[in-house]
């Protein structure tokens, strides 16, 4: 059975902005953040790497990781819990180069990171706990957003 859902694809067609997690030598957290996340196919994520050095020198030394990719709006997504290739060179690296591409990259891609996804498990704030629904938070982030550009005077 597809570990990627139809749905959770399509969640990951609107948002691609990751927060990647990798385990450090000495047993410390790294956490990256990474624009260029997308769904290869059922079981496969694809992130392009352009400068995480140390992200990648932590999945050589123990590729489990997980990318968390969250709507911070509606303050909804889904953790990706799996292990790790990381692709630099060759013909594959060319294909899935211009698979992220295709999608928008536009920065220099050093390697592509292929995650196999054995775990996705859905993020949810503690606010839907609340009772509010997902137009009451955006209402509540847009007003927010509202006051900060305010502050900043950068609404005209």
Not at 26 to 48: A, E, Q, R, Y
Not at 94 to 102: G, I, N, P, Q, Y
Request: hydrophobic residues 40%.
């Amino acid at each position: 059975m597809a570990k990627i859902t139809q749905e959770v694809r399509d969640f990951l067609e609107r948002e691609h902005l990751g927060f990647f997690a990798t385990v450090c030598p000495d047993g410390t957290p790294n956490l990256s953040p990474k624009g260029l996340t997308f769904v290869l196919d059922d079981d496969h994520l694809v992130i392009g790497e352009v400068r995480s050095p140390q992200t990648r020198k932590n999945l050589e030394s123990n590729p489990c990781a997980e990318i968390n990719v969250v709507d911070i709006i509606a303050r909804k997504g889904y953790r990706f819990k799996g292990t790790c290739e990381i692709v630099s060179s060759g013909a594959q690296f060319d294909k899935l180069a211009a698979f992220v591409r295709e999608r928008g990259a536009r920065s220099t891609i050093q390697s592509v990171i292929v995650m196999t996804v054995e775990r996705v498990l859905p993020l949810v704030s503690p606010a839907y706990e609340l009772g509010r629904t997902e137009q009451d938070i955006r209402k509540e982030w847009k007003a927010r957003m509202d006051d900060l550009n305010a502050d900043l005077n950068i609404n005209n």
